[in-house]
């Protein structure tokens, strides 16, 4: 029987031109953002300014993590303690943590079979919250136009989480450029890697400037290039908190030269996507996610349901997978493990009976598909998925 040696976590070595640009940062000894020379616009700025343009956003603020983000972009919008915020159920914890961290409540949202958030009980809640904090949960993309008509008709305003969907877009519109606010990851696991890092991206100019001021100008507001008229802060600068978390000039270094292979890498992704998906295309049992015309998705992981599948029989699916070194995630153990994208395990939120969410999440798996695997790795580790189904299946 074959075995597969490869590591889900490994990520590859970052591009020499990365690692170029960090040694000269490091030459300097300026690190932090606003330590510039005379006539410098910086590492941070520029980034800033690609990341902007990249996405179609007028504005981006560079930040220290994804998680981070989030909960600026709550604060910026100016969600108050004790108010709901509506959110995917099947997410991962920095969500519901954003929500947590400035005292508001994450009011659930159940997920389809596709992973994506449900659009009927979005609906449904919608009366009760005026934010929704969306999450592209592993990269799958809802009918944005769908959801863009419901908030809009309730007033709701949307913050994307898009940290599995950077590089993505429906209907030909970026990932992150739906909502009044983007928000996105460059850890380590994420399609961008500075270890830590995250963006914030935006059109609205109030909304930049109060995000540059929480992230901790120390009034250096004239140092951003990807920033609204000087006017803007002047409204909001003694009234911000500094809730410190930029992005300092190392880690904006060895991104810039990422972001430049990003979409190259996002054809590198689909490849090995594509390759797993059509091995189990047709196995009796499994049941794939449907990737709709108008997504362009970033196949950076990879989910697949067992459906009629017991809890005795997926746990032993997934052991014998991992004896043959297939690591798959199951969202449906008892105990989370390595991953935190069970909500009835966030004990700090109100409890909320998800029905629908957890028969789905239940009978779903997840590997993540690293650029380190070939081609030819991923049609090793999808035959033995197939083998290990097909056996239960016809025993
Ligand atoms: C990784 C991740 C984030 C942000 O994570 P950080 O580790 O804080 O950068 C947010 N949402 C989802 C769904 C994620 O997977």
Same mark, same amino acid.
């Given at each position: 029987m074959e075995v597969f040696k490869g590591n889900f976590t490994q990520q590859e070595p970052l591009p020499q031109d990365a690692i170029d640009?960090? +040694?000269?940062?490091?030459?300097?000894g300026r690190l932090h953002r606003y330590n510039l020379k005379e006539g410098d616009a910086g590492e941070v700025s520029s980034l800033e300014l690609e990341f902007a343009k990249s996405i179609g956003a007028d504005f981006c603020l560079a930040v220290a993590s994804g998680g981070y983000a989030l909960a600026t972009a709550l604060r910026a919008i100016d969600v108050k303690p004790a108010q709901k915020v509506l959110t995917n159920a099947f997410t991962l914890a920095p969500v519901p943590g954003a929500i947590a961290s400035i005292n508001a409540v994450p009011l659930l949202v159940e997920v389809t079979e596709n992973l994506t958030i449900d659009l009927d009980d979005l609906e449904a809640k919608a009366s009760q919250s005026k934010v929704?904090?969306?999450?592209?949960?592993?990269?799958?993309?809802?009918?944005?136009? $769908?959801?863009?008509?419901?908030?809009?008709?309730?007033?709701? $305003? +949307?913050i994307e989480d898009c940290a599995h969907?950077?590089?993505?877009?429906?209907?030909?519109?970026?990932?992150?450029?739906?909502?009044?606010? @983007?928000?996105?990851?460059?850890?380590?696991?994420?399609?961008?890697?500075?270890?830590? @890092?995250?963006?914030?991206?935006?059109?609205?100019?109030l909304i930049i400037a109060k995000s540059i001021a929480l992230s901790g100008s120390y009034m250096m507001f004239d140092k951003h290039l990807s920033a609204p008229e000087k006017n803007?802060?002047?409204?909001?600068?003694?009234?911000?908190?500094?809730?410190?978390?930029?992005?300092?000039?190392? *880690?904006?270094? %060895?991104? *810039?030269?990422?972001? $430049?292979?990003?979409?190259?890498? =996002?054809?590198?992704?689909?490849?090995?996507? *594509?390759?797993v998906e059509a091995i189990l295309q047709d196995v009796e049992g499994i049941f794939l996610i449907e990737r709709p015309g108008k997504e362009r998705f970033v196949g950076s992981s990879f989910q697949f349901l067992l459906k009629d599948f017991a809890y005795l029989e997926i746990q032993s699916l997934v052991s014998s997978c991992r004896n043959r070194g297939v690591e798959?995630?199951?969202? @449906?153990k008892d105990e989370p493990h390595g991953f935190t994208s069970k909500y009835?395990?966030?004990?700090? %939120?109100?409890?909320?009976?998800?029905?629908?969410?957890?028969?789905? %999440?239940?009978?779903?798996?997840?590997?993540?598909?690293?650029?380190?695997?070939? =081609?030819?790795?991923?049609? +090793? %580790?999808?035959?033995i998925i197939r083998q290990e189904v097909e056996a239960r299946i016809t025993s």
């Amino acid at each position: 029987m074959e075995v597969f040696k490869g590591n889900f976590t490994q990520q590859e070595p970052l591009p020499q031109d990365a690692i170029d640009a960090a +040694v000269n940062v490091l030459n300097t000894g300026r690190l932090h953002r606003y330590n510039l020379k005379e006539g410098d616009a910086g590492e941070v700025s520029s980034l800033e300014l690609e990341f902007a343009k990249s996405i179609g956003a007028d504005f981006c603020l560079a930040v220290a993590s994804g998680g981070y983000a989030l909960a600026t972009a709550l604060r910026a919008i100016d969600v108050k303690p004790a108010q709901k915020v509506l959110t995917n159920a099947f997410t991962l914890a920095p969500v519901p943590g954003a929500i947590a961290s400035i005292n508001a409540v994450p009011l659930l949202v159940e997920v389809t079979e596709n992973l994506t958030i449900d659009l009927d009980d979005l609906e449904a809640k919608a009366s009760q919250s005026k934010v929704l904090l969306l999450s592209h949960m592993r990269g799958h993309i809802c009918d944005m136009e $769908k959801l863009m008509e419901i908030t809009n008709r309730h007033g709701i $305003k +949307v913050i994307e989480d898009c940290a599995h969907t950077m590089g993505a877009g429906w209907n030909d519109k970026p990932s992150g450029s739906y909502g009044v606010i @983007g928000c996105f990851s460059t850890q380590t696991y994420k399609h961008l890697n500075s270890g830590e @890092g995250g963006f914030l991206t935006t059109n609205d100019p109030l909304i930049i400037a109060k995000s540059i001021a929480l992230s901790g100008s120390y009034m250096m507001f004239d140092k951003h290039l990807s920033a609204p008229e000087k006017n803007m802060f002047e409204a909001i600068k003694y009234e911000t908190p500094n809730i410190s978390g930029r992005m300092d000039h190392l *880690r904006a270094a %060895i991104l *810039r030269p990422q972001l $430049k292979e990003l979409d190259k890498n =996002v054809i590198r992704w689909n490849e090995r996507y *594509r390759t797993v998906e059509a091995i189990l295309q047709d196995v009796e049992g499994i049941f794939l996610i449907e990737r709709p015309g108008k997504e362009r998705f970033v196949g950076s992981s990879f989910q697949f349901l067992l459906k009629d599948f017991a809890y005795l029989e997926i746990q032993s699916l997934v052991s014998s997978c991992r004896n043959r070194g297939v690591e798959l995630k199951w969202f @449906g153990k008892d105990e989370p493990h390595g991953f935190t994208s069970k909500y009835d395990s966030w004990k700090y %939120i109100p409890d909320q009976k998800m029905a629908k969410s957890d028969k789905i %999440i239940n009978s779903t798996l997840d590997m993540r598909l690293p650029l380190t695997f070939s =081609v030819e790795d991923c049609r +090793v %580790i999808a035959t033995i998925i197939r083998q290990e189904v097909e056996a239960r299946i016809t025993s």
